[in-house]
């Protein structure tokens, strides 16, 4: 809330506290004689001259333990507020606050307008608030209260500046008005220096949040996002700092409108990426530990606040992994090539398998063309299966799984599967090894020898290369369809063995 800083108008102070206290008759301060104890109504008479007995509140004179500290025939000082019932009306409690007040004028004199006052409104009136503060009351004009006309004001906690003391009239004036510029000026005194100074100060976290912490630099405060806390980049204040924790803080920025100081604590510290910059480059080898561990990659430390980023396909050649978990674990210390350096994004991306011997490498150090060996299927397509032997993946194509014509792999195997192959093709260009089956298992033409006479279908005409193909299980699978077609034709009684012996003979 802004107020301006015109000259205050000349207002008789004294006269307004009078008409705040104007349901007190006189204030008058005397002697008086404890005459009677009421107990039963909490209250004693007490002489106050000209044969006049006032009513005071024995809550008024009762200790810290509630023990009463008179008696009858004791005598007290006490003031004269008023009358109630045709009886004086006393206070002993205001004896001791006008007794403070005195005390504060006193203490005050030379230096109140330093003085900030923190008490509470207990009442109000048509000229403003009364506060209280250790047992002290301070007048609160309205025109200097800085409340709105709405505000429910009695009962609430404020700060206020001491702009009056009266020791005649035994009144303190206060001014929230005044502190509110007075703290304005001060700030923005702090602002301009941090600001255009660049400096470097120590500040308090008053609070930490999830998107950053708000530190209090010389009774300002400002807000150190959760990004200009590391240059690792966003992490979470909760994890590195406590409220009340001091910590070294630049001042890098102010929106005057929004009246809001942005701090940085990763600004006072050496750009770690700086170093990164000069003295590694793609390629290089380095020692990193494993920092975090996602579903996506893994994070390494290099120390020094600066990480890199390990993706799950650059862990392993294994083309087949799910979880990068199965093969790294947080805090286990590595070796990797630097892949990529981004000095504009601060991105440093690194690789493990590239350190590692690549599996076709080393199988073709192995292995040879027409080697026969054993592999696990890890996966079927409609064209084929995936065999992995020793960490490399060959393809067995359908039309070198069997010999038998239309059936695949996926009729035949399944993921998981044990198969005996023959490494037909090494592809070095691509890297690529193709695999055969058939070859290991026994030919259907293996039974048949030249002049030999065989019964047998036709099963293509080939009229363009002259040519006819011939089928054997077609002969086998058009004489078992013949029997069953005779048999739906005959009508006969006899029984389906009986059809079947016939047919046979």
Same mark, same amino acid.
């Given at each position: 809330?802004?107020?301006?800083?015109?000259?205050?108008?000349?207002?008789?102070?004294?006269?307004?506290?009078?008409?705040?206290?104007?349901?007190?008759?006189?204030?008058?301060?005397?002697?008086?004689e404890?005459?009677?104890?009421?107990?039963?109504?909490?209250?004693?008479?007490?002489?106050?001259g000209?044969?006049?007995?006032g009513?005071?509140?024995l809550?008024?004179?009762?200790d810290?333990?509630?023990?009463?500290?008179?008696?009858?025939?004791?005598?007290?000082?006490?003031?004269?507020?008023?009358?109630?019932?045709?009886?004086?009306?006393?206070?002993y409690?205001?004896?001791l606050?006008q007794?403070?007040?005195?005390?504060?004028?006193?203490?005050?004199?030379?230096d109140?307008?330093?003085?900030?006052?923190e008490?509470?409104i207990?009442?109000?009136?048509?000229g403003g608030f009364?506060?209280?503060?250790?047992?002290?009351?301070?007048?609160?004009?309205?025109?200097?209260?800085?409340?709105?006309?709405?505000?429910?004001?009695?009962?609430r906690?404020?700060?206020?500046?001491?702009?009056k003391?009266?020791?005649?009239?035994?009144?303190?004036?206060?001014?929230r008005?005044k502190l509110f510029?007075?703290?304005r $000026?001060?700030? *923005?005194?702090?602002? !301009?220096? /941090?600001?255009?100074?660049?400096? #470097?100060?120590?500040? @308090? %976290?008053?609070?930490?949040?999830?998107?950053?912490?708000?530190?209090?630099?010389?009774?300002?405060?400002?807000?150190?996002?959760?990004?200009?806390?590391?240059?690792?980049?966003p992490?979470?204040?909760?994890k590195?700092?406590?409220?009340?924790?001091?910590?070294?803080?630049?001042?890098?920025?102010?929106?005057?409108?929004?009246?809001?100081?942005?701090?940085?604590?990763?600004?006072?510290?050496?750009?770690?990426?700086?170093?990164?910059e000069?003295?590694?480059e793609?390629?290089?080898?380095?020692?990193?530990?494993?920092?975090?561990?996602?579903?996506?990659?893994?994070f390494?430390?290099?120390?020094?606040?600066?990480?890199?980023?390990l993706h799950?396909?650059?862990?392993?050649w294994? $083309?087949?992994? *799910?979880?990068?978990? !199965?093969y /790294?674990?947080?805090?286990?210390? #590595?070796?990797v090539? @630097? %892949?990529e350096?981004?000095?504009?994004?601060?991105?440093?991306?690194?690789?493990?398998?590239?350190?590692?011997?690549k599996?076709?490498?080393?199988?073709?150090?192995?292995?040879?063309?027409?080697?026969?060996?054993?592999g696990?299927?890890?996966?079927?397509?409609?064209?084929g299966?995936?065999?992995?032997?020793?960490?490399?993946?060959?393809l067995?194509?359908?039309?070198?799984?069997?010999?038998?014509?239309?059936?695949?792999?996926?009729?035949?195997?399944?993921?998981?599967d044990?198969?005996?192959?023959?490494?037909?093709?090494?592809?070095?260009?691509?890297?690529?090894?193709?695999?055969?089956?058939?070859?290991?298992?026994?030919?259907?033409?293996?039974?048949l020898?030249?002049?030999q006479?065989?019964?047998?279908?036709?099963?293509?005409?080939?009229?363009h290369?002259?040519? #006819?193909?011939?089928? @054997?299980?077609?002969?086998?699978?058009?004489?078992?369809q013949?029997?069953?077609?005779?048999?739906?034709?005959?009508?006969?009684?006899?029984?389906?063995?009986?059809?079947?012996?016939?047919?046979l003979?």
């Amino acid at each position: 809330m802004a107020f301006d800083n015109e000259p205050l108008e000349e207002e008789n102070f004294a006269e307004m506290f009078e008409a705040s206290l104007k349901e007190q008759e006189s204030n008058r301060i005397t002697e008086g004689e404890i005459v009677e104890m009421q107990l039963e109504d909490n209250r004693a008479l007490v002489g106050v001259g000209e044969k006049l007995e006032g009513i005071l509140n024995l809550d008024e004179i009762r200790d810290e333990n509630g023990e009463l500290m008179f008696g009858k025939g004791d005598k007290i000082t006490v003031m004269v507020t008023g009358h109630y019932n045709e009886r004086p009306k006393i206070s002993y409690k205001k004896v001791l606050e006008q007794q403070k007040t005195l005390d504060f004028i006193k203490e005050h004199k030379d230096d109140f307008e330093d003085v900030v006052v923190e008490g509470v409104i207990t009442k109000k009136n048509r000229g403003g608030f009364i506060v209280e503060a250790d047992g002290v009351s301070f007048f609160l004009p309205r025109s200097l209260a800085a409340f709105k006309a709405t505000d429910e004001v009695v009962g609430r906690k404020i700060k206020a500046q001491v702009i009056k003391l009266d020791p005649e009239e035994n009144s303190i004036v206060l001014s929230r008005r005044k502190l509110f510029n007075e703290e304005r $000026k001060r700030k *923005k005194e702090i602002i !301009d220096s /941090l600001m255009e100074n660049n400096k #470097i100060v120590e500040g @308090v %976290i008053k609070k930490i949040t999830s998107y950053g912490m708000f530190v209090d630099v010389g009774g300002v405060d400002g807000l150190v996002h959760y990004n200009e806390i590391s240059y690792k980049g966003p992490v979470n204040p909760s994890k590195l700092y406590k409220e009340g924790d001091v910590v070294t803080v630049k001042a890098i920025s102010y929106d005057k409108d929004k009246r809001h100081l942005s701090l940085s604590i990763k600004a006072v510290l050496p750009d770690p990426w700086q170093e990164v910059e000069d003295e590694l480059e793609e390629g290089d080898t380095i020692g990193v530990t494993v920092s975090n561990i996602e579903a996506y990659g893994v994070f390494v430390d290099l120390g020094n606040d600066i990480e890199g980023f390990l993706h799950i396909s650059e862990i392993t050649w294994d $083309k087949n992994i *799910k979880n990068p978990k !199965d093969y /790294l674990s947080v805090g286990e210390e #590595i070796d990797v090539e @630097v %892949i990529e350096i981004n000095p504009e994004t601060h991105k440093l991306r690194v690789s493990l398998k590239r350190l590692l011997p690549k599996p076709f490498d080393e199988f073709v150090k192995k292995y040879r063309e027409g080697d026969i060996v054993t592999g696990t299927v890890t996966s079927l397509t409609d064209f084929g299966a995936f065999v992995k032997i020793d960490g490399v993946e060959g393809l067995l194509h359908n039309q070198d799984a069997t010999w038998d014509k239309g059936v695949k792999c996926k009729d035949i195997l399944k993921s998981g599967d044990e198969v005996e192959v023959k490494i037909a093709k090494i592809h070095r260009e691509d890297q690529k090894i193709s695999l055969n089956r058939k070859v290991l298992l026994e030919s259907p033409i293996d039974k048949l020898e030249a002049g030999q006479e065989i019964e047998a279908a036709i099963a293509v005409i080939d009229t363009h290369r002259d040519r #006819i193909r011939l089928s @054997v299980k077609k002969l086998s699978r058009l004489a078992d369809q013949k029997i069953i077609d005779d048999l739906n034709r005959d009508d006969s009684s006899n029984t389906l063995g009986d059809l079947i012996k016939d047919k046979l003979k």
